[in-house]
């Protein structure tokens, strides 16, 4: 087996995406949202099976976690969506916490960059509501971090479903060969 194999690239893209995905499921606590939460978590299992079945030549595992990455791809469109305000979407909906909590993303009150802490007092006093006004000077606004996440969710899918169709493929024309 080269280092370059079809099998070991598939185990570089599963160990990426769980290492992304762990990440994702970390900021997701922080900011309480329900939804990619449970998504991520069976996410992450998936993964770890697709893994599994990759390293144990089980190419049902294999088709589980091509299968899943198909959902995980559309739930990463919906997100972006959700985030762009596209389709009817809309970012202040309370869909991501299930409406159990007014929580939101993490990112939106710590978005790197920001300073919201400098605000003159005569602006205060000015406007009725304080929380109207976004965070001042943020590097990268908090829906584009959150669609960046998506993003690169996206492309690691793509790349481990190529490989995945390609170790499925040769473990079956390999279990035909012994047969």
Not at 1 to 25: H, K, N, P, V, Y
Not at 102 to 112: E, G, L, M, Q, V
Not at 125 to 151: D, F, K, M, R
């Amino acid at each position: 087996m080269g280092c370059c194999s079809g099998r070991c690239m598939l185990i570089f893209f599963c160990t990426l995406q769980l290492m992304t995905a762990l990440e994702r499921q970390a900021f997701d606590f922080l900011g309480y949202q329900w939804a990619p939460i449970m998504v991520n978590f069976l996410h992450i299992i998936t993964v770890i099976l697709g893994l599994f079945g990759t390293i144990q030549y089980r190419p049902r595992y294999v088709v589980l976690y091509l299968l899943w990455t198909l959902l995980w791809v559309a739930w990463n469109v919906f997100v972006s969506c959700l985030y762009l305000d596209l389709g009817g979407l809309s970012k202040e909906s309370d869909l991501l916490s299930l409406g159990v909590s007014s929580h939101r993303s993490w990112w939106k009150d710590n978005s790197p960059g920001c300073d919201d802490r400098d605000l003159p007092a005569t602006r205060w006093q000015s406007l009725e509501s304080p929380e109207l006004i976004s965070a001042l000077g943020c590097w990268l606004e908090y829906q584009y971090i959150e669609v960046l996440h998506c993003i690169v969710q996206l492309l690691i899918s793509f790349l481990g479903f190529a490989y995945a169709c390609y170790v499925v493929s040769t473990f079956t024309e390999e279990d035909s060969y012994y047969k």
